[in-house]
């Protein structure tokens, strides 16, 4: 029925009052539910919400288990799998047996700044683990604290030329291709500037 939504929202505590994590999804039926672990449990709440007033009096629905039996019991697995997606599912299943991943948890500004520092065949394999670390290493702002890092000076040019080119391109460019680049850039600016007159 068209008339009749849900709202899930996902919701894992650890302790009372401090959440470890929060998600909430809505398809195109407007769906409300919840669902958080306090201690050992795992809570999955939900809500029908309706404009008929023949569902204006549902109350939530609320399913409660352990952290084991939800890792034994597939009804709430499929649930969270349907409405959240299989990635979620595995996060909760991690959460569960206790095993976090505290770098997925950091800010992409903090990320960066860690890549910056590995090898170069450690962000390759890197960036071959998840699409936000993809992502991050084929980031602009990534290359670009790689090529600060190890240029001593960066010319207003050679600027110019990484924001035409992209600072990974840059980066990998070797020195005498690099100045036969910013010749041609120089030149095209004169050529440029000479037919504005």
């Not at 991943?101 to 450690?122: M, T």
Request: hydrophobic share 35%; charged share 25%.
């Amino acid at each position: 029925n068209n008339n009749i939504q849900y709202f899930y929202n996902l919701v894992f505590k650890w302790a009372p009052k401090s959440s470890l994590q929060n998600y909430t999804r809505t398809s195109r039926s407007f769906r409300i539910g919840f669902s958080q672990s306090v201690q050992s449990q795992v809570i999955f709440r939900w809500w029908k919400i309706s404009l008929r007033s023949e569902y204006r009096s549902t109350k939530p629905g609320e399913t409660k288990e352990t952290h084991e039996d939800f890792l034994e019991k597939s009804h709430l697995q499929v649930q969270i799998a349907l409405i959240f997606g299989s990635r979620i599912l595995d996060y909760v299943f991690n959460l569960c047996e206790g095993k976090f991943d505290f770098l997925e948890r950091l800010s992409d500004s903090l990320l960066l700044n860690i890549i910056s520092y590995l090898d170069l065949e450690d962000i390759a394999r890197l960036s071959q683990t998840s699409r936000r670390f993809a992502k991050l290493c084929m980031s602009d702002e990534l290359w670009e604290q790689i090529v600060r890092s190890s240029c001593d000076h960066i010319t207003p040019d050679m600027r110019a030329l990484a924001q035409d080119m992209g600072w990974r391109q840059m980066y990998f460019t070797n020195k005498l291709q690099l100045q036969r680049h910013l010749r041609k850039r120089k030149q095209r600016q004169g050529s440029q500037r000479s037919s504005q007159l």
